[in-house]
């Protein structure tokens, strides 16, 4: 059923923002196009880097690399399979093409040709993808819940959700020096910095303890660890020590850091992602605790299995339960 | 014939024995699996054989070699021709054609890149190949390569939106290195291709696509050899289409007058005299 039109008067609402508008918060550290300048950078030293992508260059910070190096870039159009045919192809033959479109296209349209002409064949494309999780407005089509999820079930892939402009930086140069199949979301625009301020490095599979806590383990990736780190300052003021984990390769997992970290007595873990509860890191975690025998109360911030409304994001960050307030009031309220 | 290796063709054998052997290879194969697409590697026979033994560029004992030209089969069910093709050639020992399906074989029923010498794309999910011939075609030109990209499809792969994104790209990329191969034999999985998603007028709309388009008889070897040397020579920066008619079973009159389907029944038996047929009408 559709909803009745709001009512004239009451408190002001929040406009849906544009799809290119950047997810920072106001006042908060950016840097601008971090995948594209990294790429940049990573191309100058690597000439096999093509960069490719279906009609969303500027969308997703490639036009950078196009404006770099114009002649290794190839626009495919709007044909997403074509898209990641094509670049199997440019890959068979020894190049390493970095393609770029949304989450929702890479995922949900094109997966069989991800699937067989890259993951199966073993090709060395990279693919990254903006708009993940809960990170558009424009509702379900350009919401990419379950991207995590089809992408882990798919054989022979790594799959990465990087948290802040830092973690892109580090990790382009990386994923291009890796040979195989490589799926990472991406933040485009003016992206927040936040891990600059704890010292992070990025490792290929590795899973970081970004900050210590007594009370609280939080596992987190991609947006949901900066989140986490919101909330951690917050409930700092209530003396709730929070400890964050933030694994942002998701396939291989680093089992054997979120083993040690969960095994700790004492702490609640939860795990938290900007993706749908189903098939993501949190049902991931949660099957390998139980494999290894550890028992913890284990809780879970993630997007519910539903199509999402259309809205401002502050305001469906707040409603679906990751934005820091959010996070906040539920981990107050799980600790009774 | 460039062969460009070491192990050039024997030079007393026509392309009509070439084709003879592509067929006697595939129906030995359908022999040892009791079924297979053996009426869809007839009907192919030809294109293959003027394919390895006139048109290619390759070296037998090394099949990962850069100057060859690659061979894509998208209709990975069609594996069975390519690897009676790849016997021929030499790519392939002939002694495999006993594990052809078979638990631990380089010959899966559908052909895959991983699994097969000389096969360079995992197929069989239909609508793949033009997409990466693409690709290997935008890359050859990138490697300064004079190397080109053959594709085989087939005419059920049209009602697939992908092959129409690739061939817009390909006329859009100029990619003059590429030369696809669409059978027509007038069935699919469900019926005759034309019944279930009419692609006619095909020359027509790719000439509109700004192909370089023939239409040939598919089992006629001198139209055949032709068309591959009119899509190699031609100076137009364009890709180009052979677009091949052709009767499923050819070489097995007992197979070409069946009743039609995707996957053509064949008894026990059957084997044997179509061996023997195919025999009968080489002497002929």
Known sequence: MKPAAPAPGGKPRLTTSAMIASIAAEGQATRPAPFGHALVAAARENPAILGMTADLGKYTDLHIFAKEFPDRFYQMGMAEQLLFGAASGLAAEGFTPFCTSYAVFASRRAYDFIHQTIAEEGRNVKIVCALPGLTSGYGPSHQAAEDLALFRAMPNITVLDPCDALEIEQAVPVIAAHRGPVYMRLLRGNVPLVLDEYGYRFELGKAKLIRDGAEVLVISTGLLTMRALEAAKELDKDRIGMAVLHVPTIKPLDVETIRREAARKGRLVIVAENHTEIGGLGEAVARDLMLAGIHPTFRHIALPDEFMAAGALPTLHDRYGISRDAIVQRIKGWLG | ?284
């Open chain 2, 1 to 284: 014939m460039e062969t460009g290796g070491a192990m050039a063709p024997l030079p007393n054998k026509t392309l009509a024995d070439r084709a003879y052997f592509i067929r006697r290879n595939a129906v030995r194969m359908g022999e040892v699996q009791g079924q297979g697409y053996i009426a869809q590697a007839l009907d192919i026979a030809d294109v293959l054989a003027v394919a390895y033994f006139h048109a290619m560029r390759y070296r037998p004992d090394d099949p990962d070699w850069e100057g060859r030209d690659r061979f894509l089969l998208s209709n990975g069910h069609y594996a069975i021709a390519l690897y009676a093709a790849l016997i021929e050639a030499g790519i392939l020992p002939e002694s495999e054609i006993e594990s052809y399906g078979s638990d631990e074989s380089r010959l899966p029923m559908s052909g895959m890149a991983q699994y097969t010498p000389g096969m360079e794309m995992s197929g069989g999910s239909l609508g793949l190949g033009l997409s990466i011939a693409v690709g290997k075609c935008l890359g050859l030109k990138r490697k300064g390569s004079d190397s080109r990209v053959y594709t085989l499809f087939s005419d059920g792969e049209l009602d697939e939106g992908s092959v129409w994104e690739a061939i817009m790209s390909a006329a859009h990329y100029k990619l003059d290195n590429l030369i696809a191969i669409v059978d027509i034999n007038n069935m699919q999985a469900d019926g005759p291709s034309t019944q279930m998603m009419g692609f006619e007028p095909l020359k027509e709309k790719l000439d509109a696509f700004g192909w370089f388009t023939q239409r040939i008889d598919g089992n006629d070897l001198g139209a055949v050899i032709a068309a591959f040397d009119a899509a190699k020579s031609h100076p137009e920066p364009k890709p180009r289409m052979i677009i091949a008619d052709t009767l499923m079973g050819k070489g097995v009159p007992f197979l070409e007058a069946r009743d039609k389907s995707h996957f053509i029944r064949v008894d026990a038996h059957e084997w044997q005299l179509a061996l023997q047929a195919l025999e009968a009408g080489r002497t002929a």
